[in-house]
Every structure is written in C-alpha cells, then in structure tokens.
C-alpha cells in the first residue's frame, strides 16, 4: 500500500457519459497530480493541485476538470465520454508543490473503458 | 523544459545476465532524474532517484544508474537479472526549479523488460 488511494479501481461507461475519479494522498502530501496512460500516448500528465490551487496544466482537454479539496483529496472529472478516452488514470502525491522535491507516490491507478 | 528518450521500448535478457535500460533527457534547468518500475496491474513504483550529489545512485532491487551530464544519460543496469525483474520500466525528469514553479514529472515511453529462463 503506497499511502496514496484511488477509487474506483475499475470503471465501465458508456459514450457521452460523466464520471469522476477520486484520489486520496499520503498523509502530509500538499501536491497530487492526475495522469493518464494509454497504449498510444503513454504516461501523460494532466494537471497538479498544491494545497488547493491548480499549479500546472499539461495535456488535459477541455471536457476534463479537476478540483482539490480542503481535506486535500482530489477529483477528476470526465465529461462527454468518447471510446478513446479509455485509459489508466493515475494519481500522484508529492510533499511539495515547487521548488526542490524527490519523487512523488502513486496510486494504483483507476483503469477506465468507455464502450 | 523537459524531456525523456527511452532507447528500446522492449529489451530481452536472460536470467543472470546484465540489464541495461537507456534513458537520455533533455532540461533547461538542473534535472532531478528518477526511475519507475511498473508491474502488469500495478502503479508505479519508485526505483531510485537522482537529484544532487553522487552521480552513481543505488536503488531498491539491485538497480542503479549514473547520471552522466556530458552525455545527458541516465542509464538503469542490474548486475544479473531475475525472473522477477520482468516489468515496465520509465525514466522520469523534473527540474530543479525554485520559488513555487511546478515540479511536474515528465516520463519517458517506457522500456518493457523480459526476462527469460
């Protein structure tokens, strides 16, 4: 167990649809980032949240969103659902949101498919 | 900016044999480089990592890569590889930024090890 929780583990939806991806960090995390990772596109970052904040912004589509909450756990909506939107959804916790950091702690993952 | 190149998305080894799993990046700032294995169904794991200091770094299962700045390398190698090996491997970069910047990990495509008996 890495300390950092993603649920649900395995999701199935169908086109159209909305789902939301929930991440817990480790305790005393600040930072959790989302990441996708496909066949085709690999490890593919999306966005950060530090304390609340978005920090960064990567490859994430406009029908995506995500949100961290006071207790620092974080959300990761899909909107509009299309087929090539199935993937592996990882979360990551990190201590700091800049300057120095060694590493962060991922989750298992959330593997979505969209039929 | 940052980059990773992973040279070979699928290596073959025998049981024994050395392992050598090559990783360039590319950084306009200070790389602080890492390691992650993935095994099938899994997240990812943190191999070893380096970030200032000695450019030799140990990591956990017998793992460990040099960072080279003139070559812009970050090798992972294992004396004798072990059945259990057999998994994904990513190179990482970040940079060392300062002052509240995002510290985002950008990984490399990945290098699937096979590890045969």
């Known amino acids: 167990d890495s300390g950092v929780t993603q649920t649900p583990k395995h999701l199935i939806t169908a086109t159209g649809q909305r789902v939301t991806l929930r991440c817990s960090p480790r305790s005393g995390d600040l930072s959790v980032y989302w990441y996708q990772q496909s066949l085709d596109q690999g490890l593919q970052f999306l966005i950060q949240y530090y304390n609340g904040e978005e920090r960064a912004k990567g490859n994430i589509l406009e029908r995506f969103s995500a949100q961290q909450f006071p207790d620092l756990h974080s959300e990761l909506n899909l909107s509009s659902l299309e087929l090539g939107d199935s993937a592996l959804y990882f979360c990551a916790s990190s201590a700091a949101g800049g300057g120095i950091d060694y590493g962060y702690t991922f989750g298992s993952g959330t593997r979505l498919t969209v039929v | 900016a940052q980059s990773v190149t992973q040279l070979g998305s699928h290596v073959s080894v025998s049981e024994g044999a050395l392992v050598l799993l090559r990783c360039n990046y590319s950084?306009?700032?200070?790389?602080?480089l890492f390691w992650y294995v993935q095994y099938p169904n899994q997240g990812l794991q943190l191999l070893l990592k380096y970030t200032t200091g000695a450019t030799l770094v140990k990591g956990i299962n017998g793992f460990e890569a040099e960072f080279k700045k003139s070559e812009t390398s970050f090798h992972l190698t294992k004396p004798s590889a072990h059945m259990s090996d057999a998994a994904e491997y990513f190179c990482a970069v970040t940079g060392a930024y300062y002052g509240g910047a995002t510290n985002k990990l950008i990984f490399g495509t990945g290098t699937l090890l096979a590890v045969q008996p």
């Open positions: 950084s306009s700032v200070p790389p602080y």
